[in-house]
C-alpha cells in the first residue's frame, strides 16, 4: 500500500499593504473574498515570517541547541530582503493542521485560483510530506537561502 502523503498550501501575496491586512486579518474589502474562501475551508494564514520569528524566540526562551535552525532562522528574519519575502508569504493552516489530506489542499488551491488571476495573490504553492519532493534542513552555518 502506497504512503498516504500529507499536503501544505502557501500562498505569497502580491505586495507588502495586502500581506499586512492577511497577516493582521483586517477585513477589509479588497480581501473579503480571500477571507470567505479560507473560512469555507477553515483554514487560517500564518505569515511565514511571524512563524520563523516564533521559532526564534522560543528558541531563545528554551535554549537554541534544542532548535537545529534557529542560527539559520534568526539570520533570515534578520535579513532584510528575506524579511520583505517572507512577510508577503503565507502557510494555510486547516482546523489548526500544517498538513492535511490532498483533496483539501486540492480544494484550497483551486480556490484561490481566482486570487492569483486577478493579482492580488502572485503565486500559489502545493507541498508534501513526501522526504522525495522536499529540501533538507540547510546545514549548520549555511546561508539562509
Known sequence: MAPQWQ????????????AESIR?????PALAQLFDILARHR????????AFSE???????RGVEGYPLYQ????????????????KSFTLYVDGREV????????????LQ??????????ISKYDTNPENN???PQHGSDPG
Do not use: C, H, M
Request: glycine share 2%; no cysteine.
Open 100 to 111: 492535511y489530506a490532498k483533496t483539501i489542499a486540492d480544494g484550497l488551491e483551486a480556490d
Open 72 to 87: 539559520w532562522t534568526k539570520a533570515t528574519i534578520q535579513n532584510l530582503a528575506k524579511k520583505e519575502k517572507y512577510l
Open 7 to 18: 499536503y501544505q498550501v502557501r500562498f505569497d501575496a502580491n505586495d507588502p499593504a495586502i
Open 135 to 137: 529540501p533538507q534542513p
Open 43 to 50: 483554514a487560517v494564514p500564518e505569515s511565514q515570517f511571524d
Open 24 to 28: 493582521r486579518k483586517v477585513q477589509e
Open 114 to 123: 481566482p486570487f492569483a488571476a486577478s493579482g492580488l495573490i502572485t503565486r
Open 55 to 61: 521559532y526564534v524566540t522560543t528558541a531563545e526562551e
